[in-house]
């Protein structure tokens, strides 16, 4: 039996309505659940005059909705006129229901002297007007991994914020003729179990992560006067996008089922990198979204905002967006994971999208992962005479087993490094094994 409304919850309860504050809102400021809430609101009439029940279930993180609506809505439409909150919940089933209401056509006319009322006049003309009414019941079910997943974010970023070091300004040595240095490593699927049996070579993140500090720091060798770096993360960074160890479109993986644990051995294998590469000149870093990780690589990025945001040294875009751009002189960079964009179209979509970038530059190309190959190729358009290339990049991932049975196992696995000159474009490139 829920227990009984106070005068005070009652009076705090029409303010927050007042406020607009959604029932889940106003179930936490009043320690109620969002079904007491609810039917108290509508029993009241308060926010609306479309009236409503709800019955939640905790058991199951299940809930119904059963309202009157003034018209059939979208699933979108419909969480915002119930004042569901999105992030929490998601529809799975709507059964809407029609009727008819009646009500006589008459109008009533008030004559008022001083503030009272002296006559009345009320005008019917016989007739009944007709009204469809249209009522819904929504079934709803609570996100409950996805809120799991963004309370250990926001607790790894809370702990970020509060223990990010404090990075001193470098002063670095001016170069008089120095290069942009690009480091590739897409397609690392932390987070992938694979057994030597299955398909030729033992993986876990702990191999994975070594791979990676092996390969990085092979590049970071190399003796060219760097001016800057630029670092691209993500392209499935990370092998899966949830602790049910499926990708973001729903496909299961052999995953390490600590998935907390291969969260941080990322974390730190990237910190470290990082601040390797800052010892040298300062670096850029573009997170690059997947087709395995999506959800979790924004959490990863906001993560190393948040790591990084008092170090001058270092500048990250986070932004959720699919494809970047980044300028180096005459050099054009376009970066997408390579999944969703059409090879032969990204010529023109780097034109279009960034036509200031496009007029400024001579070298232009696009930087894909997600094929797991090294592949080069040039579209000619007749507004480039050079042409914009195309380069898919090599993954330094083990094969798994389904690669491996598709003959999948060939490539050379590879981080890569690209030495860019602002006058010349590309001067070197070249691969670091592990």
């Given at each position: ?281 300062p670096v850029d870093i573009l997170i690059i979204k997947g087709n395995h990780d999506e959800e979790r690589l924004f959490y990863f990025g906001d993560t190393l905002v948040s790591w990084f945001h008092k170090n001058p040294n270092v500048s990250i875009d986070a932004r959720p967006i699919g494809r970047k751009y980044y300028p180096y002189g005459k050099v054009l960079l376009g970066f997408a994971h390579g999944y969703y964009e059409k090879e032969n179209k990204l010529d023109s979509l780097m034109a279009q999208k960034v036509p200031d970038l496009w007029a400024g530059s001579v070298f ?71």
């Amino acid at each position: 039996m829920s227990k009984p409304w106070t005068p005070n919850e009652l009076t705090r309860l029409k303010k927050l309505v007042a406020e607009g504050l959604s029932d889940y809102e106003i179930a936490a400021k009043l320690g109620r659940t969002f079904a007491s809430v609810n039917n108290k609101r509508t029993r009241m009439k308060l926010g609306g005059d479309f009236e409503g029940t709800t019955t939640e279930n905790r058991a199951n993180n299940t809930a119904e909705v059963s309202y009157q609506v003034p018209r059939i809505m979208s699933d979108k439409q419909l969480l915002k006129f119930l004042k569901v909150d999105e992030k929490q919940w998601r529809i799975t089933k709507v059964i809407y229901g029609k009727s008819e209401g009646y009500r006589k056509d008459r109008k009533v006319e008030w004559h008022v002297t001083n503030g009272h009322v002296t006559r009345g006049m009320v005008r019917d003309s016989g007739k009944l007007l007709i009204k469809p009414l249209f009522s819904v019941k929504v079934f709803l079910e609570k996100k409950v991994l996805e809120i799991k997943a963004r309370n250990e974010v926001e607790l790894i970023k809370k702990q970020a914020l509060a223990y990010a070091p404090r990075y001193k300004r470098i002063r670095y040595p001016k170069l008089k003729d120095g290069f942009l240095y690009e480091i590739m490593m897409p397609d690392l699927h932390l987070g992938r179990l694979v057994d030597a049996e299955e398909a030729g070579v033992d993986s876990s993140p702990d191999l994975f992560v070594k791979k990676a500090e092996r390969a990085i720091n092979k590049l970071l060798e190399k003796p060219y006067p760097v001016e800057r770096f630029l670092f691209p993360i993500g392209n499935d960074f990370f092998n899966v996008n949830n602790s049910e160890n499926m990708t973001a479109h729903g496909t299961p993986q052999r995953e390490d089922p600590r998935w907390q644990r291969t969260y941080l051995l990322g974390k730190r294998m990237i910190v470290q990198a990082i601040e390797n590469m800052t010892a040298i000149a300062p670096v850029d870093i573009l997170i690059i979204k997947g087709n395995h990780d999506e959800e979790r690589l924004f959490y990863f990025g906001d993560t190393l905002v948040s790591w990084f945001h008092k170090n001058p040294n270092v500048s990250i875009d986070a932004r959720p967006i699919g494809r970047k751009y980044y300028p180096y002189g005459k050099v054009l960079l376009g970066f997408a994971h390579g999944y969703y964009e059409k090879e032969n179209k990204l010529d023109s979509l780097m034109a279009q999208k960034v036509p200031d970038l496009w007029a400024g530059s001579v070298f232009r190309e696009w930087h894909l992962g997600d094929k797991h190959h090294k592949k080069e190729m040039v579209i000619v358009t007749d507004e480039c005479e050079n042409g914009v290339v195309v380069r898919i990049h090599r993954s330094l991932a083990d094969p798994n087993v389904w690669e491996f049975d598709k003959g999948f196992d060939g490539s050379l696995h590879a981080a890569e490094g690209l030495l860019w000159h602002k006058e010349y474009g590309l001067e070197a490139q070249f691969p670091a094994t592990a």
